[in-house]
T-cell receptor, first 112, second 114 residues
Framework: GEQVEQLPSILRVQEGSSASINCTYENSASNYFPWYKQEPGENPKLIIDIRSNMERKQTQGLIVLLDKKAKRFSLHITDTQPGDSAMYFCAARGSALGRLHFGAGTQLIVIP | GPKVLQIPSHQIIDMGQMVTLNCDPVSNHLYFYWYKQILGQQMEFLVNFYNGKVMEKSKLFKDQFSVERPDGSYFTLKIQPTALEDSAVYFC????????????FGKGTRLTVV
């Protein structure tokens, strides 16, 4: 299977708190896991990614964790700001030909 | 940063007509992709393209769909004939290679088939 499940579908948090989004994947050969942020009418933009040779990566208030055994990866946004409000998509690349499988997306709403 | 440009941003077309969606990938990229996104849903892979050939396609890439990139010009997705269920946002994407580098997405073309 190639499915990527993403939860929650909607996430409301208070400004300054943290937000967590979780994804699971089926293909144990998946080796690249990007996270995209998409604002209305805009293109999805890569915000952070992790490869299968790592378990944790952090950059500018974003943390991604990868648990290959459980086939689970997650995005954690620390100190959320109103500008973080957007759709977030996780994805997994399992195909040797580059195809990305996307989760269904999480609508993050940061309440001022 | 690197940009993928898509033309047009919106297209309304009568069912049964042909439509061509155009994409200008990042200039030194070698791998090109089309994804389809119905409003509020996830992006779904249609096809990837390298060295003038389709490398992989999904079940959504129906016989009515075709892609090409003649001589380094636009990478195009053609739908002929269009059906109502083809209404969606179509995202073009490109990457330098197929496994280790970032995939850049365009802003999408919103296709409405009426």
């Amino acid at each position: 299977g190639e499915q990527v499940e993403q939860l929650p579908s909607i996430l409301r948090v208070q400004e300054g708190s943290s937000a967590s989004i979780n994804c699971t994947y089926e293909n144990s050969a998946s080796n690249y896991f990007p996270w995209y942020k998409q604002e209305p009418g805009e293109n999805p933009k890569l915000i952070i990614d992790i490869r299968s040779n790592m378990e944790r990566k952090q950059t500018q208030g974003l943390i991604v964790l990868l648990d290959k055994k459980a086939k689970r990866f997650s995005l954690h946004i620390t100190d959320t700001q109103p500008g973080d409000s957007a759709m977030y998509f996780c994805a997994a690349r399992g195909s040797a030909l580059g195809r990305l499988h996307f989760g269904a997306g999480t609508q993050l709403i940061v309440i001022p | 940063g690197p940009k993928v440009l898509q033309i047009p941003s919106h297209q309304i077309i009568d069912m049964g007509q042909m439509v061509t969606l155009n994409c200008d990938p990042v200039s030194n990229h070698l791998y090109f992709y089309w994804y389809k996104q119905i409003l509020g849903q996830q992006m779904e892979f249609l096809v990837n393209f390298y060295n003038g050939k389709v490398m992989e396609k999904s079940k959504l890439f129906k016989d009515q769909f075709s892609v090409e990139r003649p001589d380094g010009s636009y990478f195009t997705l053609k739908i002929q004939p269009t059906a109502l269920e083809d209404s969606a946002v179509y995202f073009c994407a490109s990457s330098w290679d197929r496994s280790n580098t970032e995939v850049f997405f365009g802003k999408g073309t919103r296709l409405t088939v009426v």
